[in-house]
């Protein structure tokens, strides 16, 4: 199990969000999938679950809020980390309500969000 390499799907509609950390993550060893369109991304997890997913929460089309609702229904064991330049406290009361592992305001250092995928890691591992 150890040696499973931990899988993240981001979805954020600005591409330079994962223009800098796709690569950054792979470094790390993660496996990373990224997508700018919420309709792409929710077809991808409807064909594989992801171990992490960090979501945007608005999107055109389906906003980030029901993309990480359908991600828990099918994948409750998926830890959510949602990333967003609107976080108010309704926001991410709501997104906790509905089971995110983390929640961090843009703009956000690298070394910020790596931390919490390390953390939402090491849950997943402890399960």
Avoid: C, H
Avoid at 61 to 87: C, H, N, R, S
């Amino acid at each position: 199990m150890a040696n499973k390499q931990t899988s993240i799907l981001i979805l954020d509609d600005e591409p330079i969000v994962s223009k800098r950390l796709k690569p950054s993550l792979e470094k790390k060893g993660y496996e990373v999938e990224a997508f700018t369109a919420s309709a792409d991304a929710l077809a991808r997890v409807q064909e594989r679950s992801f171990d992490i997913v960090i979501t945007d929460l608005k999107m055109e089309g389906v906003d980030g809020m029901q993309f990480l609702t359908e991600v828990k229904a099918q994948y409750p064991a998926t830890e959510v980390i949602v990333i967003t330049g609107f976080a108010t406290m309704e926001t991410a009361k709501e997104s906790f309500n509905k089971g995110v592992f983390d929640f961090l305001a843009k703009p956000f250092k690298l070394g910020e969000i790596t931390e919490v995928i390390a953390k939402a890691e090491s849950k997943i591992q402890q399960t």
